[in-house]
């Protein structure tokens, strides 16, 4: 006997499933798009888990155009994908509908944060490396894409927990890299006037004339005879030389006025300055080995087995704070003999045999040192005065005289 069956029940059952049928490819056809690119927007149902768990992106950046690589969780890197500004930043906000987390980098240069700042902003883990010749095996092949791919790659062992993988610059706030910037335009303006200056000398020894000095001040300008030509071809530079020092002046001044008044002795409120505004903050450093070796003054290392060879310095850090450090130690030398880095070394420095080369490595030497005891002063791990740092004494009040007071009071009346 053949049972009965429901026909309202037959019938519903082949709805439901085509309607599941049509549902599931919908999902899968949103996700698609976004994965290709396509400017349709992920609306997933509430609740329902994204289809990915990361997303690394590896841009190679330029003026107009960035080429991005892609690597979806523990894939093989996609192939690149050329964009402009304002496209990769709409393609890189759809990836955050895609997976839970989403990680991006690229190579610190001249176009600076921004970028940084507005993946930050769209909830991006993005870091910004120290750029490097990612040509590994010595191909001498150099492309966009190959860069970009490189860049995901070293972004993928990074997130993994291979801190070796690159080299992370740290990304200063706006008000650090706005100080900053302003320091390093004041030794900009510096470079292009002791320029000039080579250039005056130069046009005046190929005639056979030797400036000297400072020869462009007015006084010394005068005391020059030199033929009308001459005066004519270095008129120029010496307007431009003077207008330079006017605003390097007027840069110094701002700059150091933000200087604390008690500083040791030698270290002056300029090269503070120059130090913190490069730093930006002392407190990234976790020992005194980050610290010298920010300052590119570790000397070079060649050791393998039983064999060690030391040469000259790294100069793998900050060039400026170098500089800055190497200038404030002559300065130590001569002010602070009492600091425990220049008397272990005033000995050697005062000795006449001494080579001028052997004084260098002695300043540079005291110029780490010196470093790293400042980085201990910054984050209150030790006073000044312990190391040996003499601060300027502060001046004396007097106090005023019986007719200083009387004149005082005067004028308050008038007021």
């Known amino acids: ?60 950046v330029h003026l107009d155009r960035y080429v991005v690589v892609r690597q979806i969780d523990g894939g093989a890197p996609q192939p ?91 990304v200063p706030t706006e008000a650090q890299e706005q100080a900053r910037s302003r320091s390093r335009q004041r030794e900009s303006l510096q470079k292009e006037k002791l320029r000039l200056a080579a250039q005056g000398r130069s046009d005046a020894l190929y005639y056979g004339y030797h400036l000297e000095g400072e020869w462009w001040v007015q006084a010394i300008w005068r005391e020059w005879v030199l033929p009308p030509f001459l005066v004519e071809l270095l008129e120029p530079l010496r307007r431009l030389i003077q207008a330079i020092e006017t605003e390097l002046q007027a840069q110094s001044k701002a700059i150091t006025a933000a200087a604390p008044a008690a500083l040791p002795l030698g270290l002056g409120k300029l090269t503070y300055e120059i130090l913190e505004r490069e730093i930006c903050d002392w407190s990234r450093f976790q020992n005194r080995r980050q610290v010298a070796s920010y300052t590119g003054m570790c000397p070079k290392e060649d050791s393998s087995d039983q064999r060690r060879f030391q040469g000259s310095i790294n100069k793998h850090g900050n060039p400026r704070v170098r500089s800055a450090l190497v200038e404030a130690s002559w300065r130590l030398v001569q ?33 780490r040192q010196f470093s790293v005891d400042w980085w201990r002063v910054r984050t209150q791990r030790c006073q000044a005065e312990d190391l040996g740092l003499k601060s300027k004494p502060t001046p004396a009040t007097v106090p005023p005289t019986p007719r200083a007071k009387a004149t005082q009071a005067k004028e308050k009346k008038k007021d």
């Not at 429901?6 to 519903?12: H, I, L, Q």
């Not at 970028?115 to 492309?143: C, F, S």
């Not at 003999?337 to 490595?361: D, E, G, I, S």
Request: glycine content about 6%; hydrophobic content about 35%.
């Open 80 to 170: 690149p994908q050329r964009f402009s500004p304002a496209q990769f930043l709409d393609w890189a906000k759809k990836q955050t509908e895609l997976t839970e987390q989403v990680y991006s980098c690229y190579e610190a240069g001249p176009f600076g944060y921004s970028l940084h700042r507005k993946l930050a902003a769209l909830g991006i883990t993005n870091y910004v490396v120290r750029p490097r010749d990612w040509d590994e095996y010595g191909k001498q092949v150099k492309t966009d894409k190959r860069d970009a791919k490189q860049l995901v790659l070293h972004l993928d062992r990074y997130v993994a927990g291979n801190r070796d993988a690159f080299c992370v610059v740290r």
């Open 335 to 367: 002010f602070q003999p009492t600091y425990k880095p220049v008397a272990k070394w005033l000995p050697v420095l005062t000795n006449p045999k001494t080579t001028k080369a052997k004084r260098k490595q002695i300043v540079v030497a005291i110029g």
């Open 1 to 60: 006997m053949i049972p009965k069956t429901n026909n309202k029940e037959a019938n519903r059952t082949p709805t439901l499933k085509q309607d599941e049928a049509v549902a599931e490819p919908t999902l899968d056809h949103l996700v698609d798009s976004i994965v290709t690119g396509g400017q349709e927007a992920a609306q997933f149902p509430q609740g329902h888990p994204k289809p990915h768990l990361s997303i690394k992106l590896g841009v190679d």
